[in-house]
């Protein structure tokens, strides 16, 4: 899997615009970018995917580079519930596509 | 859909004793499962990768005669913590993947195992 960098930890001010990024510069042509997060205690709950193109689904949107080497998880309007460790992961979509998690970004939303 | 469940969500175990942790797919079939294991304050570790109707694949370092695993079904997987120890003690999570322009996977709420 390729790897990917992301910051240690954000802060982000409820009802404003969460915007996570991560570099994946390695990342080849058959590989997705895929975003989790976990909230403490719980499993890791699966938020967007994409290949090339931005996404958009009801919880955040994925914005890929033109170069696919870097991308932007946002979240348009974060609450408190927010609060996650938030990780990127870079994988082939084949069936074989076990996801190796890196230490992930902990985010904080802030009243 | 894609909802992933695993039982017990915690227990504990005297050491020495085995336990067994189901993980079950709910609303969609998986040949493919995963189990991870997360230590406080770390992140998740891959331990092994279970196929249905044949022997799971083991990361490097997992004890596969410790960590017995079986999926004998299409939404059933369950791992086996023989002669726990108290280092046992651990949140072990599976997840199941699903089939589709890009598999997916998805993830139980994970199982609390303390070891005495």
């Known amino acids: 899997d390729a790897k990917t960098t992301q910051p240690p930890s954000m802060d982000c001010a409820e009802g404003r615009a969460a915007n996570l990024p991560c570099n994946h510069s390695?990342?080849?042509?058959?590989?997705?970018v895929y975003w989790y997060r976990q909230i403490h205690s719980q499993g890791p709950q699966y938020i967007i995917h994409?290949?090339?193109n931005n996404e958009t689904n009801e919880m955040a949107s994925l914005i890929i580079t033109e170069d696919r080497k870097s991308s932007t998880l946002i979240l348009p309007h974060a609450t408190l519930r927010d609060t996650a460790v938030y990780y990127c992961i870079v994988r082939p979509s084949t069936n074989a596509g076990k996801s190796t998690f890196g230490d992930g970004t902990t985010l904080t939303v802030k009243p | 859909g894609a909802v992933v469940s695993q039982h017990p969500s915690w227990v504990i175990c005297k050491s020495g004793t085995s336990v067994k942790i189901e993980c079950r797919s709910l609303d969609f079939q998986a040949t493919t499962m995963f189990w991870y294991r997360q230590f406080p304050k770390q992140s998740l570790m891959l331990m092994a990768t279970s196929n249905e109707g044949s022997k799971a694949t083991y990361e490097q370092g997992v004890e596969k005669d410790k960590f017995l695993i079986n999926h004998a079904s299409l939404t059933l997987s369950t791992l086996t913590v023989t002669s726990a120890h108290p280092e046992d003690s651990s949140f072990y999570i599976c997840?199941?993947?699903?089939?589709?322009?890009?598999?997916?996977?998805?993830f139980g709420p994970g199982t609390r195992l303390t070891v005495l």
């Open positions: 390695t990342i080849s042509g058959n590989e997705y």
């Open positions: 994409g290949l090339k």
């Open positions: 997840s199941a993947l699903r089939a589709g322009a890009a598999d997916t996977q998805y």
